[in-house]
């Protein structure tokens, strides 16, 4: 079975420090990764995906199949990224849409 | 179209008592999928739906959770003899052919 773990709660930086939310996955096939944000008071919305391999708000993350890893990365915080971010896992095949969400990380950027 | 809508967003029951939950998607979307949230955790999937059919239900959905979506529009998700370890934020998320989810607000069910 697939499992997402991202092992900070929560991750504070200064406005303008570079910010990286760590993900790990362990799945045997070839996943599909996301990141989903909820800023305050706001539904759960997607961010990013890899095979876009956009930028989103500044926002980048590479897939990593050697470490199984798909860390998020901004150059430079800014305030309006305070949020929770999620880690999400596509399995794929027959059960594809079904995503695999890890436990979340609280971001704050202070100004 | 506003997104995807759920109603009610808050439902307090007693113990023992049914519940149900309702779940308007993006109206092209025929993809349609039941998560639950509990505090401190990230999503878990429920089901989900491919227009009116329900092609896969986690192991976490007991016997007295139900979830139809009659003609492959809205969706409802029915717990019956509620526990004390149901309360948790149910969220339903919609997709079409990018198979994006777009999900709802939630709806908060305490069970006292």
């Known amino acids: 079975a697939q499992r997402v773990t991202q092992p900070e709660k929560l991750l504070s930086v200064f406005k303008g420090a570079p910010v990286e939310l760590k993900c790990n996955y362990s799945y045997s096939g070839s996943p599909e990764l996301f990141w989903y944000v909820q800023y305050s008071r706001q539904r759960l919305q997607l961010l990013l995906r890899h095979i876009s391999r956009e930028s989103i708000k500044g926002f980048t993350a590479d897939l990593n199949k050697g470490e199984t890893s798909f860390h998020l990365k901004k150059p430079f915080a800014q305030e309006e990224d305070s949020a929770m971010y999620y880690c999400?896992?596509?399995?794929?095949?027959?059960?594809?849409?079904?995503?695999?969400f890890g436990q979340g990380t609280i971001l704050t950027v202070h100004p | 179209d506003t997104g995807v809508s759920q109603d009610p967003r808050h439902k307090i029951t007693k113990r023992g008592q049914n519940v149900t939950f309702r779940c308007d998607p993006i109206?092209?979307?025929?993809?349609l999928y039941w998560y639950r949230q509990t505090l401190g955790q990230g999503p878990e999937f429920l089901t989900y739906f491919q227009n009116e059919a329900q092609l896969e239900k986690s192991r976490l959905l007991s016997d007295r959770f139900s979830a139809e979506r009659p003609k492959g529009s809205f969706s409802t998700l029915e717990i019956q003899r509620t526990e004390q370890g149901d309360s948790a934020m149910y969220l339903c998320a919609s997709a079409g052919t990018t198979y994006e989810q777009y999900f709802g607000p939630g709806t908060r069910l305490t069970v006292t």
């Open positions: 999400a896992l596509d399995a794929g095949g027959t059960s594809y849409g079904k995503l695999t």
């Open positions: 109206s092209e979307h025929n993809r």
